[in-house]
C-alpha cells in the first residue's frame, strides 16, 4: 500500500462508531502508509487528519460527501462497512468507480425480521443465567443504544433498504470481502446469500467467523476479523 491510499470505515446505527476504533487503530499500525477515516457518530464527525471534522445528519448527503472527498487522488480506495454501515459501503461502492476494496462486515443490507428478532431477544433475556458474557455485554450494549434511537430513525432505516436495494446490484470491479457472523442475532445467513446474489460477482469471499453480531465485543472475534480484514486489503486488486 502507498501513501496514496484512502481507507474509509462507516459504522452502522445507533452507535457512535466506537467498537470501530480498534479496527481504525489496527489499521494505522499495521498499514502506516494508508489514510484512515471514519465517522464517529451516525452519521457523523469524521475521525482523521486529512479531511476536516464535519458532522452531517442526512445519509444521502454523507455518501455524496464521502465520494467527493474520494475525489482525491488517491491510488486505491477501499471501503468497510459495519452493520447497518454495511449498506451503505455497498451504495457507495456502487455510485463509484475508485473503489478498489469493500468490506461488509455482519451486513443489514435488507429489512431485518426485528419482531422475531426482539421474540427471541426477550426470550433470551428472561434466562439471563444462561447467557454467555459477550451475549450479556450485546444485551446490555443493545438496550443503552435502543433507547437513544430517535424514532424518526425508523423511517431513515427504511430509506436505508430502498437505496441499498436498488444500488446493491450495480458494484462492479470490486475485490469484496464479507465478514459472516455465524451467530448474528440479526443478520441471518439468507441474507448474506441474498447479498452475495444481487451483486453478481465472481469477486465475493465469504469468511465466517464464529460469533454474534456485535463480533467487536468479542476479543477472539475482534483480533481475527482485524487480521483478516487487513490481510484482504494487502491483497493485490485482480
Avoid at 95 to 120: E, Q
Avoid at 158 to 167: D, E, L, N, S, V
Amino acid at each position: 500500500m502507498t501513501k496514496e491510499t484512502l481507507c474509509v470505515i462507516v459504522n452502522g446505527a445507533g452507535t457512535t462508531g466506537a467498537e470501530l476504533s480498534g479496527l481504525h487503530k489496527y489499521l494505522k499500525k499495521h498499514h502506516p502508509a494508508t489514510f484512515v477515516y471514519y465517522p464517529h457518530n451516525v452519521p457523523g464527525g469524521f475521525v482523521g487528519d486529512y479531511f476536516p471534522k464535519a458532522k452531517v445528519k442526512d445519509f444521502n448527503h454523507f455518501i455524496d460527501q464521502t465520494i467527493d472527498m474520494m475525489r482525491q487522488p488517491f491510488k486505491h480506495v477501499m471501503i468497510i462497512g459495519y452493520s447497518l454501515g454495511a449498506a451503505t459501503a455497498s451504495v457507495i461502492a456502487s455510485r463509484s468507480n475508485r473503489v478498489d476494496k469493500l468490506v461488509l462486515i455482519a451486513p443489514i443490507v435488507k429489512n431485518p425480521n426485528f419482531r422475531k428478532f426482539f421474540r427471541g431477544f426477550m426470550a433470551s433475556f428472561a434466562h439471563k443465567k444462561n447467557l454467555t458474557k459477550v451475549q450479556k455485554l450485546f444485551f446490555r450494549e443493545f438496550l443503552r443504544r435502543f433507547q437513544y434511537v430517535p424514532k424518526l430513525h425508523v423511517w431513515t432505516l427504511q430509506r436505508y433498504f430502498w437505496y441499498t436495494k436498488k444500488y446493491v446490484k450495480k458494484i462492479q470491479n470490486t475485490n469484496i470481502l464479507i465478514i459472516e457472523t455465524l451467530h448474528d442475532e440479526i443478520v441471518k445467513k439468507t441474507s448474506v446469500d441474498w447479498l452475495v446474489k444481487k451483486m453478481d460477482t465472481p469477486k465475493v469471499e465469504r469468511y465466517p467467523i464464529d460469533s454474534s453480531h456485535f463480533l467487536f465485543f468479542d476479543k477472539k472475534a475482534r483480533i481475527e476479523a482485524y487480521q483478516k480484514i487487513s490481510a484482504f486489503l494487502k491483497e493485490e486488486t485482480a
